[in-house]
């Protein structure tokens, strides 16, 4: 009974508000006792649900939008994108088999039947319609891109590869630390040391005196320098051959004493290894390179980067299933070949695509491996696969066609990538370079990150004209896309980044004092000015934060804002 009256009060307060703003509404009681209204607000009809047991209000915008068959994977995967972000508005779809048609709805509950709250989650309806078929177009566009409409993977590639590319844009750290984090593997062949002193010069060059590996059993000592240099980092904590591979030792220590030259003294690297656990394919260690401070020389100045010390931390892995690989990449590159053949480009990733492409069969299986070694974060032996498929179709690049030409430029990016992860700017540098006017957002982004973590001065040069660009094409803000603005304020970002390498302080200040308004940069700009303010304090040989600095941030705080170098109009 209790029920009944409280159902009853709801049903009254609707039809009040429904009066109140002049909605013309109809009123119609199901099988269940639900109360069902279909009403009219500014031109928008929705349907208010009232369950017989419920005190609250189900609202449902019953036909926001109508899309024909074909589209159906990216109607699912927007769906799935605003029900993930959206907690007040639900969005749902169904499928008018009369129509040959889909119909996408919005729903909310309103609980309080506040007059001011019920008519502003209706006009917040609308927002939500417009944004939702904003984003829409937006994938349609993208579809085209990936030359497919299931977007639900490709998405998630998608932004995984954003969040990749946005975690190489460094923030300045206090200290002299510099730690890089990737991961190894090359199934169950060794991983010598040489391997991996490859990327640490000038080690590499060095002579080598010893290596001791320390363990919980005991200390073994290597003079040899075949012997050190083919010490298989693999093996020092597994025994065991594919699947009886195991970890018999939680961690070793390697002390590895050197010279560099005949007259200098010796100096000794650290490698520490870390059992990192096991699954059924593979068996993990992580690997910590610590490196010492380097004597300044003319080959080693004191501005030189390597006369501090710095560290490396990645993972190197032994699969036990490595046999199966050729028999994996026979099956996904027949099965894509056939989808092609179908004509089901519709239904394929861009993988699949470019796999597909491909009729050599040890240039598919260097492409295929590259690719998922790259997915799953696994660069260093991405490298060696892509780059066998980059040198093979090299020599054809002036017989390429449009979308081979495409497919080529991505294998390039996709290397530079990975040696920008690997901290190897200059190759990194090489690859992205040919990709500099393509207009394509990745990669331009790869290519700024590749130049500020390097120090390039050409970043400057490159990023305002970027800009400038910008400029040019959206007049008007109104016209400019999220993605548009997110690119342009990575462009400020990383600017003001390689200004403080500079040692332009000042310019750099005035750029991040500017972001300390804007939500998306405000934090790393806070960030980058605590850090100028460190370095002032250098400056100055005093532990206390600098006035000006200090009075600049304040007085940007209180609502005053200074200009970046290129005045954007948003």
Known sequence: MRLRKKNNSVKAQLEKILNDYHCNYDIQTDENGTTVYDFEFQAGHFIAAIRKQDDCVEVTYPTMATFPMSQLPLVRSKCNQHNNSNILFKFTYSINEEKGEIQVHMSFFNNSLN???FTHELKAAFHFQHEWTRDYDEAVS????YNSIDLESELYKHQREMHLLRSQERIHQISNCNSNEFLLTDGTLPLPLIDMLQTIEPIFKAQMLFLTVNTISGQQRLEDEKAIL??????ALVEGEGDEARLVRDYAVLDLHYKLGHDEKPMMATIALTAEGDDKKSVYT???VTLPVHNASRANSLNNDERFPHSKSFLIALDRDAGKQFQEFKYMWTDAQLKMKNGEQGNMSEEEILLSQEKDADV???LYWGQQYFSDKRFYEAITHL???????????????????RMFMEVAYKL???????????QAYYYLDLMANDGNIRHTMELVN?????RDLRVFNFTDGVMEEVKRNFENEDEVPDSIRQFVNFLRRRRGYALIDFGQLDEAEKIFMRMLHEEENSDYAQRELTYIRHLRCLEKKDDQPDDNAKQAEDSANSGSESQGHIDLPF
């Open 364 to 366: 598919a299986y260097n």
């Open 230 to 235: 083919n010490y298989d980092l693999r093996r």
């Open 387 to 405: 780059e066998n498929v980059f040198n093979s179709h090299r020599k054809c690049y002036f017989d390429m066609k449009g979308e081979e030409k």
């Open 142 to 145: 993208m579809s085209k891109d």
């Open 416 to 426: 530079g990538f990975c040696y920008n992860e690997l901290g190897l700017y200059k």
């Open 286 to 288: 992580r690997v910590t």
């Open 115 to 117: 007059a001011e709250n």
């Open 450 to 454: 590749t130049m500020a973590n390097s």
